[in-house]
């Protein structure tokens, strides 16, 4: 089975500019979650949806970051505009509700944000 | 207080030792523990997890949760080469989705 996939893997784009990020969840999976990644603050969780729905958005730094999840299978990450404080790793996770209450996320390759 | 904690690390281990990795949480509701592994450039990947006190084994791996003292940790034996890399702790409170991470120990097993 496919495991979580992300695009791009690699994005640069000047300060300004706008960046949509791209995430499939594993197939069945009924949670997504976007995740941010640094040296200094290491991963924090910027919002997650359960049914397509966002159910914490209390992660997204600031207004600039708006995420979507139009369906079961997709979902995007926007910054718009862009600082160079946003080059980071994004990633996207998924997973789902379990019978014995133990929730493990899967993660995706990552999108690397460099804004120059 | 940081709501979950481990020591940053490098922890050095000879190849064939056994590498023992930590990890203390603030919150006591949490039910949920995991484990996962992250090596250099690439995403963090499920290892381990655990949600009963005491310990639960795969392979080389035995994580330990103990609720009382609001600790858990992963034992590596007959450490590899290969299982150098970063090792994420993350707690989840139980009812909800939501886990948060530590930062993270940085294992070097060395040949």
């Known amino acids: 089975d496919a495991g979580v996939i992300q695009s791009p893997r690699h994005e640069v784009t000047e300060m300004g500019q706008e960046v949509t990020l791209r995430c499939k969840p594993i197939s069945g999976h009924d949670y997504l979650f976007w995740y941010r990644q640094t040296m200094m603050r290491g991963l924090e969780l910027l919002i997650y949806?359960?049914?397509?729905?966002?159910?914490?958005d209390s992660g997204m730094p600031e207004d600039r970051f708006s995420a979507k999840m139009p369906n079961a299978s997709f979902s995007t990450l926007k910054i718009q505009p862009s600082e160079p404080r946003d080059s980071a790793v994004y990633f996207c996770?998924?997973?789902?509700?379990?019978?014995?209450?133990?929730?493990?996320?899967?993660f995706g390759p990552g999108t690397r944000l460099t804004v120059t | 207080q940081k709501e979950v904690e481990q020591n940053s690390g490098p922890l050095s281990v000879p190849e064939g030792a056994i590498a023992s990795l930590n990890c203390t949480y603030s919150d006591r509701v949490s039910q949920s523990f995991f484990w996962y592994r992250q090596y250099s450039g690439k995403s963090p990947e499920l290892i381990m997890s655990i949600y009963s006190n005491g310990d639960k084994e795969d392979g080389r791996f035995t994580a330990q949760l103990n609720k009382a003292s609001q600790y858990v940790s992963l034992l590596i034996r007959d450490s590899q080469p290969s299982d150098s890399a970063t090792y994420l702790c993350?707690?989840?409170?139980?009812?909800?989705?939501?886990?948060?991470f530590g930062t993270g120990t940085k294992l070097q097993v060395i040949p």
């Open positions: 949806f359960n049914n397509n729905v966002p159910i914490d």
């Open positions: 996770a998924s997973s789902t509700t379990p019978g014995q209450g133990i929730y493990e996320q899967y």
């Open positions: 993350a707690v989840n409170a139980g009812g909800y989705q939501k886990v948060t």
